[in-house]
């Protein structure tokens, strides 16, 4: 069997046994044949297996000729390893868990750094009415939030609308860039509840997505923007990654994955998609909600280090985010769900590692990669890179990916 074949029938074992254990699968979308979708391997292996098949995996996969392909198949399989361990039941502590499969070596920010990030809010809130910084802020997202049965018409109806723009963006700003086209048959809109997360891409295949709103978390309507670019730049990676498949017959590239080291770049680049863009929120409160959203991913970070390597309680943890945060305390319960330990119905929580791709892929990849790039007039060749070529997409092979940049 060539490279791909055996490589996607592991995939999908390793997708049924995350799944069985924690309710999702860590292939997250798959477009290549049909007689090799991840779903058809029913054949339940035990972990053991697994890691057995994974080091054969590893062995074949250290031939391959294309060093950045070899390099980034290589370290997914090495991060795979850490996770059938994590839910095999090993005692893996949760730095190591996110070592291991990030390479990521998770610490808390210190007071000092968190009461600076603090004081960048608080300087940049002289914006808002109010007495205080705490009551500006409070008031301010009380007055703008968007959930429930309201999100669900603004999706309807504002979300499309703007969908449209940021599509043209990404075709005026990066497509342009590109000897040839790219299919883009869009994204739809659904809305569910009860998910730890606030909105997911779901990629389809045939150059179509599903990207899904959790109409239970609190939104702020003037960051709903920076959340449909974040979701829409997951999408257009998807569609190169799947042009690529297509044109080169790469069957690993056609199931893309959860918890590997590209799951680094791919947030970050989602979460730079506004940068790319040369987009802007909203005039006046730019910089306040930038400087927010900056502090609460800080936050967010120290509460998955509190209840994985602390211990804490929850309600300690949500009192955390809203004192420091600036949040009401029922929002504050609701944001812990991505990375608490366990799941409301006790299984190991999937996503705990993850937290840590936003922040880190934005801050030590992406952007100033791409800040580089524009000082030196190389984004042509920033974007030829980071979307024809969907090997320079990993942690793994960054740096020798962009390394003329
Ligand atoms: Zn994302």
Not at 109 to 125: H, L, M, P, S, T
Request: hydrophobic share 35%.
């Amino acid at each position: 069997m060539p490279f791909g074949e055996d490589y996607l029938e592991l995939l999908g074992q390793i997708g049924n046994f995350t799944k069985e254990v924690t309710g999702v699968s860590i292939v997250d979308a798959y477009f290549g044949p049909r007689n090799l979708s991840p779903e058809k391997a029913k054949r339940r292996l035990s972990p053991e297996k697994l890691l057995m098949n994974l080091e054969i995996s590893i062995g074949k996969a250290k031939e391959i000729d294309d060093e950045l392909r070899r390099i980034a198949i290589t370290s997914d399989l090495e991060s795979l390893k850490v996770v059938v361990k994590w839910l095999r039941g090993e005692n893996i502590p949760y730095i190591r868990l996110v070592e291991g499969i990030f390479g990521i070596t998770p610490r808390k920010f210190g007071q000092n750094e968190i009461r600076k990030a603090q004081q960048i809010v608080e300087d940049a809130c002289t914006v808002l009415p109010g007495f205080d910084v705490s009551e500006k802020i409070l008031k301010w997202e009380k007055e703008n939030k968007i959930s429930g049965e309201t999100l669900k018409k603004v999706i309807d109806t504002v979300i499309v609308e703007r969908t449209q723009e940021i599509g043209g963006l990404f075709e005026k700003h990066i497509f342009a860039h590109f000897p040839t086209k790219v299919e883009n048959k869009g994204v739809i809109y659904k809305t569910v509840k009860g998910e730890p997360w606030g909105a997911y891409n779901y990629y389809q295949g045939n150059y179509t997505s599903i990207n899904v709103f959790n109409i239970d978390m609190p939104f702020n309507k003037y960051r709903l923007i920076a959340v449909l670019c974040h979701e829409y730049e997951h999408h257009v990676a998807n569609l190169f990654e799947e042009k690529y498949y297509r044109e080169n017959k790469s069957l690993d590239l056609s199931a893309v994955l959860l918890h590997t080291k590209r799951c680094i770049i791919n947030e970050g680049t989602a979460d730079c998609a506004r940068d790319f863009l040369g987009l802007q929120l909203s005039g006046e409160y730019e910089e306040f909600i930038e400087s927010l959203s900056n502090l609460r991913s800080m936050i967010g970070l120290n509460v998955a280090y509190m209840l994985n390597v602390e211990n804490v309680d929850e309600e300690t943890a949500a009192e955390y985010i809203a004192s420091e945060g600036f949040r009401p305390v029922d929002e504050a319960r609701k944001m812990i769900g991505f990375s608490k330990p366990l799941t409301p119905d006790g299984k190991p929580n999937f996503f705990k590692p993850y937290v840590y791709t936003y922040f880190f892929g934005r801050r030590d990849y992406v952007l100033p990669t791409f800040q580089k790039a524009q000082k030196k007039g190389k984004v042509k060749e920033f974007f030829q890179t980071l979307y024809l070529n969907p090997y320079s997409r990993s942690s793994a092979t960054w740096k020798i990916a962009f390394s003329r940049i």
